[in-house]
């Protein structure tokens, strides 16, 4: 069966396709419609944005756009992170609804548990406060599931603390040499989603040479290898490209399995190529 036919269950019981296309630095206007619009044509039913990427619009215009009824695609979009209060982050929400053109997402995620130009600071009120207007929404049914990312579980017990609906998913930079192992483990032990973002290391993976070793062993590419670690780990990879055949290749994933002792292999390479979004 094809990837692309593939979901995983939320502890909510919403499906989520297991692979997702992600548009973070594509830029608004045509490429993303472009983008989006192939990702669509060629099966992908789970499209991931963030009001930071500045491109919602054309992801909705290009959704809208396909034909394909709003229900059958799953789209996540993301709070801005340097947005960490009540009012702000309803209204952050609302905006994004706007933009995007719709009525509901199906994934909502506090994007950073700080802002991006203060990585690191403490804002685990704000996040709190931001958590609790998602919460809201959640029960008004305009958001299907709602979660966090980049966050660890220190993070994430902070939101257990203090809120009601555990997070559904964890969105992280996950991949080859930066698998995040603990950041994982805590995760799967609370049955929340581990969603990779850059499952390709931002490209910088494709010219790895025991990366592209490996890719020669199984007869696949580069980019199919990455993406098919992430599967493997249970984890859900959101690759992005502004090319077609790219957008193609990297949902042809079936008639391959990476062997336990070459995923060890690559679990054990080094956390050169690490990347954030
Ligand atoms: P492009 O948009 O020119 O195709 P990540 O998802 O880890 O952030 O990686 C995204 C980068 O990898 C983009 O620069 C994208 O470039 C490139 N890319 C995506 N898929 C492929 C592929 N199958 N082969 C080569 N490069 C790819």
Not at 160 to 188: G, M, S, W
Not at 220 to 230: F, G, L, M, R, T
Request: proline fraction near 5%.
């Amino acid at each position: 069966m094809s990837i692309l036919n593939e979901f995983y269950v939320l502890e909510n019981g919403i499906k989520i396709p297991k692979l997702g296309f992600g548009t973070w630095q594509i830029p608004n206007g045509e490429v993303t419609y472009n983008a989006v619009s192939a990702a669509l044509r060629n099966g992908y039913r789970h499209i991931d944005t963030a009001a930071a990427y500045r491109n919602e619009e054309s992801v909705g215009k290009a959704i809208k756009d396909s034909g394909i009824p709003r229900e059958k695609i799953f789209v996540t979009t993301k709070l801005e992170s340097h947005i960490k209060d009540y009012e702000g982050a309803k209204a952050g929400f609302l905006k994004t609804l706007k933009d995007l053109d719709m009525d509901y997402v199906d994934l909502y995620l506090i994007h950073a548990p700080w802002p991006w130009n203060e990585i690191g600071k403490n804002c685990d009120e704000g996040n709190v406060q931001a958590y609790k207007a998602m919460e809201e929404f959640y029960k008004m049914g305009k958001i299907r599931a709602i979660g966090v990312s980049n966050f660890t579980p220190k993070d994430i017990e902070n939101i257990l603390a203090h809120c009601e609906i555990k997070p559904f998913v964890n969105q992280i930079a996950y991949h080859i040499a930066h698998h995040q192992a603990e950041t994982d483990a805590y995760c799967r032990a609370k049955n929340i989603l581990v969603e990779a973002y850059s499952p390709l290391g931002i490209g910088k993976l494709l010219t790895h040479p025991e990366v592209i070793n490996m890719a020669k062993k199984y007869g696949k590419s580069p980019a199919q290898v990455c993406i098919k670690y992430d599967l493997q780990h249970d984890t859900l990879p959101l690759p992005k490209s502004t090319h077609e055949n790219r957008i193609i290749e990297n949902t042809q994933l079936d008639d391959f399995e990476i062997s336990r002792d070459d995923m060890d292999y690559l679990d054990s390479l080094d956390p050169e190529h690490q990347s954030v979004d």
